[in-house]
């Protein structure tokens, strides 16, 4: 069972669409992770949020981890085809230090 | 110069074999990772070394062994390999494990295939 259900798995939209993906759990997080993996790379930070309520924004990318810090949102408006990539959040978890993953969001922005 | 560089890339190797994956570090951090990604993407955590002392230890089969010469290294040698173990493999590093705001620094993966 995974701790960390991100959806959806895939998401193929046009340029200059907006989307929105999310990443539940029904565990507490410290804080909480999201990545980009493009193909043949290793995943790369976006953001870390940490208080509940939390919203960080990069550019046209707008992140928000829940009041309850159970779970977290990645927006994204007026997509590029250079957003293109796996979107993987990972929640911190204080009691054994470990971060854990969710599986992964392909978002896929054609021209 | 690249932060986390392993080697190799690419591995294809016959089932029962034993090969070695090498990962370095020059970030200066003191605690490294090896993260497995399956056919689905989805990322799992074997091992942690923090100064070259082992921190996490994922229910793994015996036959994967992490070794740390020292804070910058840390190789994985898979004995006798399954076609199971077919994934791509994940080197790490971070500065502290403990901390809420810990940033993990991947390497470029490590595509294992065994036929």
């Known amino acids: 069972t995974q701790l960390l259900e991100q959806s959806p798995q895939f998401l193929s939209i046009q340029e200059g669409e907006n989307l929105t993906v999310y990443c539940n759990s029904s565990s507490v997080f410290s804080s909480l992770q999201w990545y980009r993996q493009e193909p043949g790379e290793g995943p790369v930070l976006l953001v870390t949020?940490?208080?509940g309520g939390e919203v960080k924004k990069l550019k046209r990318l707008t992140f928000q981890f829940g009041d309850a810090r159970k779970d977290s949102s990645l927006h994204i408006t007026a997509a590029q085809t250079g957003d293109t990539g796996l979107y993987l959040c990972a929640g911190f978890m204080d009691s054994n230090y470990q971060l854990i993953w969710g599986a992964g969001t392909k978002l896929i922005i054609k021209p | 110069d690249t932060a986390v560089s392993q080697t190799p890339k690419y591995l294809v190797t016959q089932m029962g074999n034993d090969k070695s994956i090498k990962c370095e570090q020059n970030l200066g951090h003191d605690t490294m990772y090896w993260y497995k990604q399956d056919s689905k993407k989805f990322l799992k955590i074997m091992f942690s070394y923090n100064n070259k002392e082992l921190i996490i230890n994922e229910t793994v089969p015996n036959r994967f062994s992490p070794k740390s010469p020292d804070k910058a290294h840390l190789n994985l040698h898979i004995n006798s390999l399954e076609l199971g173990d077919s994934a791509v493999y994940f080197c790490a590093s971070s500065q502290g494990h403990r901390g809420v705001r810990t940033e993990a620094f991947f390497g470029q993966g490590t595509r294992l295939t065994v036929v």
């Open positions: 949020v940490v208080t």
